[in-house]
């Protein structure tokens, strides 16, 4: 898979554009910058964009995309891919022929150069040549995410650790990241899951297995390793199901695993857990 960053900004300045990728040459994900990043031809490429929501940031260069389709390449169309409700968004209050014209009729109803597609919420969908899964999260209100980091403290000296917590405050005015490293060991960690049932617990997956903590608050937590029969083998993806019941662990070469998800602390000696 080839990305390319055309944008990573939420506003728009001098060497910073809204964000967009563009992944494989024909698909966006999200469209805040497009004509500002790509030549006419690498713009007539592209097939699809998904996008994460509808704020400007993320769609304006969809707006003008759209527009050159139909000035210079209108027998080409892009499709615009998300939830419901991003799609009525823009349905209703962008490509509306008040704000921006309805390209999904330009230059006609049949084979207009502008499609709207809505997307199954958590449920996989192909959008070209990539399989994508929309997953919910929270925006324009505190928010909290965390990010995965792979790679070896040695690649990164000036940004060493492997899981850290971004706090957000309203709209995302702000934000700080925080190294919740800990006392992983310096390994990769290649997914992290929190737990809906008990939020301050934490699964990291690594490339020596899985880790966990019950308190991803403290600073700095306690990592501990978790086995609970799993092969000491590269954690390559996680997930819980939609009804918080059963964590997944996916990995690298030994199949996929589940547990049943605690409503508290990883009751040690318990369920078959084993802690080291
Ligand atoms: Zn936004």
Redesign the pocket.
Same mark, same amino acid.
């Given at each position: 898979m080839r990305l390319k960053v055309l944008g990573a900004y939420?506003s728009d300045g001098q060497g910073q554009r809204p964000s967009a990728f563009l992944v494989d040459d024909h698909v966006l994900v999200d469209a805040g910058t497009v004509g500002g990043a790509l030549s006419v031809p690498e713009q007539i490429a592209i097939t699809h964009a998904v996008l994460s *929501?509808a *704020?400007l940031? *993320?769609t304006v260069g969809l707006a003008f995309l759209a527009d050159t389709l139909a000035m210079v390449a209108p027998e080409r169309s892009v499709t615009a891919c998300s939830i419901a409700r991003v799609i009525e968004t823009l349905r209703t209050h962008v490509f509306n022929d008040a704000l921006w014209p309805d390209f999904m009729a330009i230059p006609n109803r049949d084979a207009p150069v502008l499609k709207l597609r809505e997307l199954p919420e958590e449920g996989e969908a192909r959008v070209g040549e990539l399989w994508v899964t929309p997953v919910r999260v929270e *925006?324009?209100i505190p928010t909290t995410g965390f990010a995965a980091v792979g790679g070896f403290d040695q690649n990164t000296p000036a940004t060493p650790g492997h899981v850290f917590e971004v706090a957000c405050t309203a709209n995302c005015a702000s934000f700080t990241w925080t190294n919740k490293s800990g006392n992983l060991p310096n390994i990769p960690v290649d997914s992290i899951i929190g737990n809906p049932l008990f939020p301050q617990q934490v699964f990291a997956g690594t490339d020596w297995g899985l880790y966990y903590t019950d308190d991803i608050t403290q600073n700095p937590p306690t990592w501990f390793r978790f086995q609970a029969g799993l092969p000491n083998t590269m954690i390559w993806d996680m997930a819980i199901d939609r009804d918080n019941t059963a964590l997944a662990v996916f990995t690298r070469s030994r199949g996929a695993f589940a547990w049943v998800l605690p409503d508290g602390p990883v009751p040690v000696g318990l369920l078959g857990f084993e802690v080291n």
């Open positions: 939420g *929501h *704020h940031d *993320h *925006h324009t």
